[in-house]
């Protein structure tokens, strides 16, 4: 009973963190693009006050260096991409680590935000205070890369739904069967999906003979341009399992 009540504990303060960190991730994708858009039309002003002025690392900042450090910034975006831009999320985190230098502060949430015009995308990368909810730091990553074409990406990603639905489709068969040790069989076609083909929308088509893709042979994620990507593995355990019914089931007959 106490293993279960600590259980149910820790799953509620899960699932309220988890909550939080949300409903914080929206505010500060908010934030982000407030402050670049009062970067982009000079009020530093605004963009002042979006920092988090207030906490301990900010002590002794000048306001009128602040300012021309944001006029910098903003030559800067604009000389690059123009002040017409539209904005996407990508991703928020927070990252533990024994090394200072890899993970994020205590009380502080990363933030990276895709900016973009007809022809180019940027990415902002934001580290917020979670107290304040305002940014302690903004930059831009060293990325400037053409907007890539989604239709390959797309393309591509029509293969790949096709491996977890013939996997799903040797499972069904396996469980009709009356072979013993399903689950084994069921292993086999979950983990068994090797090597791995994956597309980058920025850089393509590219092949892992080693990478196992598990979870029905399938992953996939969109955070931007940057890191839209389609992976699929071979289906060699559901290949296997496919062919060795249909040869069980010719012996039948």
Sequence with gaps: MNVRRLLRLFFLIFCLAGCDFIKNTFEFKKTTIEFTQALLNEEYDKCVSLMALEHPTAKGTNIDTMKMVFKD????????????????????????????????????????????????????????????????????????????????????GLVALCVPIFNIYVIRKIKRSSLEKKWLKYLAVILINVPAFSCLAVKGISIQPLNFQFLLGVSFSYMGYLNAAWTFGLPLGGLYWFFKLKRISEKEK
Excluded: C, H
Aim: charged share 25%; hydrophobic share 40%; aromatic share 14%.
């Design 73 to 156: 910034f903003r030559e800067a975006i604009v000389s690059n991409f123009g002040s017409q831009l539209d904005y996407s999320f990508m991703k928020s985190e927070k990252k533990f680590s024994t090394n200072d230098e890899e993970g994020t502060s205590p009380k502080t949430t990363l933030v990276l935000v895709q900016f973009s015009n007809n022809r180019d995308f940027g990415v902002l990368k934001v580290l917020f205070d979670d107290s304040s909810k305002k940014i302690m730091s903004i930059n831009t990553l060293d990325i400037k890369k053409p907007i890539p074409s989604m239709t390959l990406f797309w393309l591509f």
